[in-house]
């Protein structure tokens, strides 16, 4: 079980962070917990020309982070609640407009819906016997900004990603059940 629990007394000023993202670093990815943090992460990521990846799976966020990020990958239940849409290829499309923002949406066993040269496109999710699904979509996102930095197409990244949290799902443990990349690669592989 997890309990997340945010102080409401927490700061939220953002201004002790880095003034630019470490030498090396091919992307940036942060989520919604933390608008001023993850505005400044996103707003170095676009400074450096790298991709700057929102996991928009809690509370809605901010506008000003989706216009910010180059990619967002939703939670179905945060697109939900961002656009009053329940049908997700009509809440993605509702979402995209007037962004120039790559948008996606997690939908767990169901796959991934994505944006890709102006359609709304499905990626199965990989087939797998689940065992625990906490800190699927975490590995998700990592796995998804991880290709990103490496140069790879949204497709392909979105299928990393989808591979990676399906390997997840077989084993017990959000942290520990996450695999590491010879594993994954095996895995993509296998699955051709």
Not at 10 to 36: C, N, V, Y
Request: glycine share 10%.
């Amino acid at each position: 079980m997890v309990i997340s629990y945010s102080d409401p007394a927490m700061p939220e000023d953002a201004a002790w962070l880095p003034t630019k993202l470490p030498a090396g670093a091919g992307a940036a990815l942060a989520d919604t917990r933390w608008g001023e943090g993850t505005l400044a992460a996103l707003g170095l990521a676009r400074d450096k020309g790298v991709p700057g990846v929102l996991d928009a799976d809690r509370k809605p966020p901010h506008p000003a982070l989706l216009a910010t990020a180059s990619h967002v990958a939703f939670s179905a239940q945060a697109l939900r609640e961002v656009t009053g849409e329940a049908d997700p290829r009509q809440a993605l499309a509702k979402a995209a407009q007037g962004l120039d923002t790559w948008l996606a949406v997690t939908l767990g066993k169901d796959g991934v819906l994505f944006q890709e040269n102006g359609a709304i496109v499905h990626s199965p999710a990989f087939a797998v016997e689940t065992v625990d699904t906490l800190g699927a979509g975490d590995v998700w996102h990592g796995a998804f900004a991880l290709a990103l930095a490496e140069g790879k197409p949204e497709r392909e990244a979105v299928r990393f990603g989808s591979a990676a949290a399906a390997l997840k799902c077989t084993r017990f443990g959000g942290r520990s059940g996450a695999p590491d990349r010879a594993e994954l690669e095996r895995f993509l592989a296998e699955r051709g």
